[in-house]
C-alpha cells in the first residue's frame, strides 16, 4: 500500500515535471485561443495553464502574449482527447491526452490495455467512477494550516492536506477559479495546480497485481501523447 503510493506518486510528479517544463507557453496559448475565438474554451482550463507557467517562472509579458498570439498551425492542430479503460486485475484506468493524429493515440492506448488482457470502454464508462476535482499545491510561508484553511473556505475549499512541506488544496472542478483567485489573493506561489480525477471507491490491489497493473501503466505514461493517468488503486 505504501509502496505503491509512493511509486504511483513519483512516477506522476515525473511525469508532470516533463510535460509543464515542456509545454506551459503552447498550454496557454492553446486555451487563450479557444476563448477568443468562440468562447469554446474553457475559462478554469485557461486559469490553471496560466498558473501552471507562472510556477515556471513564465513572465507575466510572455504568458499575455501565448493568450494573444495569432493562431499557430500545430497548435491548432492539438485536441485533448480521453480513453477510458479497464486493466489487469479489473483496475480502472482514465487516460488524458493531447493529439494532432488520434488514430495513431488510440490505436496505440488499445494496444497497452490488449498487451496485458486489458480493454478499452467506450467513452463515458468511468464517468461515475471518478470525482473531477481541482487540487492546487503551494507552499506557504509564515502561515499557519488552520489560517490558511478559513482563508479559502469562501473560495470553494472542501479539504486541505499537508505532506512532507507541501499543502495540497483540494475542491470541486466547478470552483476552481474562485479557488484559485482565493489562494492567489494570500500571496501564496503555487507551484503546481492541475485537474484531477479521484476515484469514488478505490480499490486495495496486492503487491503481485499492482506489479502486473504497472506494466500497463508504464506503457501508458511513456507515451508521448499521455498528459495525464488516473485510476482507482487505493
Not at 133 to 146: H, R
Request: proline share 4%; charged share 30%; net charge negative.
Amino acid at each position: 500500500m505504501g509502496r505503491a503510493f509512493e511509486y504511483r506518486r513519483a512516477a506522476k510528479e515525473r511525469r508532470w515535471d516533463k510535460m509543464s517544463k515542456l509545454f506551459p507557453a503552447g498550454e496557454v496559448h492553446h486555451r487563450g485561443r479557444q476563448e477568443r475565438r468562440d468562447g469554446s474554451g474553457d475559462e478554469r482550463a485557461l486559469r490553471t495553464a496560466i498558473l501552471n507557467a507562472k510556477a515556471q517562472n513564465m513572465p507575466r509579458d510572455n504568458i499575455e502574449a501565448a493568450i494573444s498570439a495569432p493562431p499557430v498551425r500545430d497548435a491548432a492542430d492539438i485536441i485533448g482527447i480521453n480513453y477510458e479503460g479497464k486493466g489487469p486485475h479489473g483496475v480502472l484506468v482514465f487516460v488524458e491526452c493531447a493529439t494532432d493524429n488520434t488514430q495513431r493515440t488510440v490505436a496505440n492506448i488499445r494496444s497497452y490495455f490488449n498487451k496485458v488482457g486489458g480493454q478499452l470502454l467506450p467513452n463515458g464508462s468511468l464517468e461515475f467512477a471518478f470525482d473531477r476535482k481541482v487540487a492546487e499545491f503551494a507552499k506557504p510561508e509564515g502561515m499557519a494550516l488552520e489560517e490558511l484553511e478559513l482563508a479559502l473556505i469562501d473560495g470553494g475549499l472542501q479539504e486541505l492536506a499537508e505532506n512532507e512541506g507541501t499543502v495540497y488544496v483540494y475542491g470541486d472542478y466547478s470552483d476552481f477559479g474562485s479557488l484559485a483567485q482565493a489562494i492567489e489573493a494570500q500571496n501564496i506561489e503555487v507551484t503546481k495546480a492541475g485537474l484531477q480525477r479521484i476515484p469514488q471507491n478505490p480499490q486495495e490491489f496486492s503487491e503481485a497485481e499492482l506489479a502486473d497493473i504497472e506494466k500497463l501503466l508504464d506503457r501508458i505514461e511513456d507515451d508521448e501523447d499521455t498528459q495525464a493517468v488516473y485510476t482507482n488503486i487505493a
